[in-house]
T-cell receptor
Framework: NAGVTQTPKFQVLKTGQSMTLQCAQD?????MYWYRQDPGMGLRLIYY???????DKGEVPNGYNVSRLNKREFSLRLESAAPSQTSVYFC??????????FGSGTRLTVV | SQQGEEDPQALSIQEGENATMNCSYK?????LQWYRQNSGRGLVHLIL?????REKHSGRLRVTLDTSKKSSSLLITASRAADTASYFC???????????FGTGTRLTIIP
């Protein structure tokens, strides 16, 4: 099925460890996004990429880096994980008329 | 910061009744979107309404937009148990190509 694929679905990290969350879309969308969702809250934008080769900070970029590897893939990296980064992470892509398709999420716990 | 604020934060109704959720936002928008999130799952796009539209329908969903009041409402008619979920409004701001989410309404349909 066409859509947004995120890996892994679950991850537990120790404080200070690093990891990369992977995201790929097969809908030929230009724009891709990384959000985090904390309990009882809406989604907050971490980083986004309006097109291949460009990335921009969102509302909560500190502690994260991103790479727009090609049009399909947009990865999110935590260089030194902290407990405050425990969250559910969602990747999304945007179509031409403004609709967004979300991945199923990565549940990250930092201990 | 959150752009949208949903009201109420939580809503419980009997199956078959109508559910109404409201969203207020702060800045000028290109469009406003509503999403559903089942517990522990990703977000599903429900409906998009453009800033020059006042009302839009999709199945049992009706969305209104009042740009003068910077508010929107989502009406779900003839509710079903499967409608139990969190509902989020999100605004796509002019020139930003970013989606900013509200904090959501938790809807529970009582069988």
């Amino acid at each position: 099925n066409a859509g947004v694929t995120q890996t892994p679905k679950f991850q537990v990290l120790k404080t200070g460890q690093s990891m990369t969350l992977q995201c790929a879309q097969d809908m030929n969308h230009n724009s891709m996004y990384w959000y985090r969702q904390d309990p009882g809250m809406g989604l907050r934008l971490i980083y986004y990429s309006a097109s291949e080769g460009t990335t921009d900070k969102g509302e909560v970029p500190n502690g994260y880096n991103v790479s727009r590897l090609n049009k399909r893939e947009f990865s999110l990296r935590l260089e030194s994980a902290a407990p405050s980064q425990t969250s559910v992470y969602f990747c999304a892509s945007r179509d031409r008329v403004g609709g967004y398709t979300f991945g199923s999420g990565t549940r990250l716990t930092v201990v | 910061s959150q752009q949208g604020e949903e009201d109420p934060q939580a809503l419980s109704i009997q199956e078959g009744e109508n559910a109404t959720m409201n969203c207020s936002y702060k800045t000028s928008i290109n469009n406003l979107q509503w999403y559903r999130q089942n517990s522990g799952r990703g977000l599903v796009h429900l409906i998009l309404i453009r800033s020059n539209e006042r009302e839009k329908h999709s199945g049992r969903l009706r969305v209104t937009l009042d740009t003068s009041k910077k508010s929107s409402s989502l009406l779900i008619t003839a509710s079903r148990a499967a409608d139990t979920a969190s509902y989020f409004c999100a605004t796509d701001d002019f020139g930003n190509e970013k989606l900013t989410f509200g904090t959501g309404t938790r809807l529970t349909i009582i069988p």
